[in-house]
């Protein structure tokens, strides 16, 4: 998320929306669908706030969160959270790594997996390409050059191998072995998401199915951690999120949707019409909405979340929300947040509980029993 789907949400009653009816839909009975949520900043939290946060989430029956390796920097509100704990950059030079930065996500992953929670983690953001607050020592490499220049690939790559041989601080694990606590990496956050004309393109460069066979190589082929796409090219309606360069990669596992959708009275269907095309432009693949929100500028999340819930539910798609934020500790209103107003506080009055429910209850629309419990 963050920059890359900020755009008017009218746009967004999507081609193929109304495609499919619902009774053409038929839900694999092997396993069933979850719902989890995205945390960017988690890693940043106090001790308390983590466990705190972590207890809400395992109440409500979440089954995966999605975390990132990125900075955090204690002493300020992050939507709604006094952040605590500085977390610098991976890289503070390009090739040079500071682990500090993976000992504060293995911790929480750490504290996820005993709760029975499963982690996905974005080891990158393609959002630090665009030069502003985020830029790290990627930036060099320009919006479009970080996907064709042979130096930031290789640089990338060796990034990959790291962390994945990384040995928690935490949990004593190395990240490619854990795969009772980690279902997935991401590529990145959102690749390509700076310039989609690189994704618009088709990656003339292979970077995705690329960077795909080394995370694959490093993990082995019997290993049961995924490899996602991490949103390509961010919001779905830039057209990147199905591109052949994803979906005719061996190694990629999970075609990750970023789709920020209007209301549901306005599109009625928007999701549940859309799973089956979807899953045919997946070639195969495993499909879920990895960014999902409520515009709560515009609508009332107590109503919204569930409506929308229930039609992505419905037709069991599983999901990941942006983002349900911990316990409000520090001013901050979501529906005045003009860059991200889809944050939805736990112990609120907006009833989390039921809608993840409402998705573990469901058959999912493929079989995931491989890939989660």
């Given at each position: 998320m963050k920059a890359s789907m900020l755009l008017s949400w009218g746009a967004l009653a999507l081609p193929g929306v109304f495609a499919t009816p619902r009774d053409e839909i038929e839900p694999r009975k092997?396993?069933?669908?979850?719902?989890?949520?995205?945390?960017?900043?988690?890693?940043?939290?106090?001790?308390?706030?983590?466990?705190?946060?972590?207890?809400?989430?395992?109440n409500y029956g979440v089954k995966a969160v999605r975390v990132w390796v990125n900075r955090q920097a204690a002493g300020h509100c992050e939507k709604g959270s006094n952040l605590e704990v500085d977390v610098g950059p991976l890289e503070p030079e390009l090739?040079?790594?500071?682990?500090?930065?993976?000992?504060?996500?293995?911790?929480?992953?750490?504290k996820l997996a005993k709760k029975g929670i499963k982690s996905i983690i974005s080891p990158h953001d393609a959002n630090s390409l665009l030069d502003d607050y985020r830029k790290d020592v990627y930036t060099k490499f320009g919006k479009s050059g970080f996907y064709s220049s042979?130096?930031?690939?290789?640089?990338?790559d060796k990034r990959i191998d790291h962390i994945l041989n990384y040995k928690g601080a935490h949990s004593g694990k190395v990240w490619k072995n854990w795969s009772d606590a980690i279902m997935a990496f991401d590529l990145q956050?959102?690749?390509?998401?700076?310039?989609?004309?690189?994704?618009?393109?088709n990656d003339q460069k292979n970077w995705l199915c690329g960077r795909a066979k080394k995370f694959r190589n490093v993990l082995?082929?019997?290993?049961k951690i995924q490899i996602a796409t991490g949103g390509i090219g961010g919001d779905?309606?830039?057209?990147?999120?199905?591109?052949?360069?994803?979906?005719?990669?061996?190694?990629?596992?999970?075609i990750a949707i970023h789709r920020y959708a209007g209301s549901q009275s306005n599109n009625p269907g928007q999701w549940s019409g859309s799973a089956t095309k979807w899953v045919q432009q997946a070639g195969g693949k495993l499909i879920f909405v990895e960014e999902w929100g409520v515009n709560t500028a515009v609508n009332s999340a107590k109503s919204e979340l569930p409506a929308q819930a229930n039609d992505i539910n419905k037709v069991g798609l599983p999901s990941l929300y942006w983002q349900f934020l911990p316990?409000?500790?520090?001013?901050?209103?979501?529906?005045?947040d003009s860059g991200d107003n889809f944050g939805i506080f736990v112990e609120g009055d907006v009833d989390i509980a039921s809608v993840v429910k409402g998705a573990s209850n469901a058959n999912a629309l493929q079989d995931w029993s491989k890939v989660i419990v």
């Amino acid at each position: 998320m963050k920059a890359s789907m900020l755009l008017s949400w009218g746009a967004l009653a999507l081609p193929g929306v109304f495609a499919t009816p619902r009774d053409e839909i038929e839900p694999r009975k092997g396993s069933n669908s979850f719902m989890g949520s995205n945390l960017y900043f988690l890693p940043g939290l106090s001790d308390q706030d983590q466990d705190n946060y972590i207890n809400n989430l395992s109440n409500y029956g979440v089954k995966a969160v999605r975390v990132w390796v990125n900075r955090q920097a204690a002493g300020h509100c992050e939507k709604g959270s006094n952040l605590e704990v500085d977390v610098g950059p991976l890289e503070p030079e390009l090739g040079k790594f500071d682990n500090k930065t993976l000992d504060a996500v293995d911790k929480v992953v750490n504290k996820l997996a005993k709760k029975g929670i499963k982690s996905i983690i974005s080891p990158h953001d393609a959002n630090s390409l665009l030069d502003d607050y985020r830029k790290d020592v990627y930036t060099k490499f320009g919006k479009s050059g970080f996907y064709s220049s042979d130096e930031a690939i290789k640089a990338y790559d060796k990034r990959i191998d790291h962390i994945l041989n990384y040995k928690g601080a935490h949990s004593g694990k190395v990240w490619k072995n854990w795969s009772d606590a980690i279902m997935a990496f991401d590529l990145q956050n959102e690749p390509m998401s700076p310039d989609i004309s690189v994704c618009k393109n088709n990656d003339q460069k292979n970077w995705l199915c690329g960077r795909a066979k080394k995370f694959r190589n490093v993990l082995g082929s019997n290993n049961k951690i995924q490899i996602a796409t991490g949103g390509i090219g961010g919001d779905i309606s830039h057209e990147c999120t199905f591109i052949k360069a994803a979906t005719e990669c061996p190694e990629i596992d999970l075609i990750a949707i970023h789709r920020y959708a209007g209301s549901q009275s306005n599109n009625p269907g928007q999701w549940s019409g859309s799973a089956t095309k979807w899953v045919q432009q997946a070639g195969g693949k495993l499909i879920f909405v990895e960014e999902w929100g409520v515009n709560t500028a515009v609508n009332s999340a107590k109503s919204e979340l569930p409506a929308q819930a229930n039609d992505i539910n419905k037709v069991g798609l599983p999901s990941l929300y942006w983002q349900f934020l911990p316990k409000k500790t520090c001013p901050y209103d979501p529906s005045q947040d003009s860059g991200d107003n889809f944050g939805i506080f736990v112990e609120g009055d907006v009833d989390i509980a039921s809608v993840v429910k409402g998705a573990s209850n469901a058959n999912a629309l493929q079989d995931w029993s491989k890939v989660i419990v």
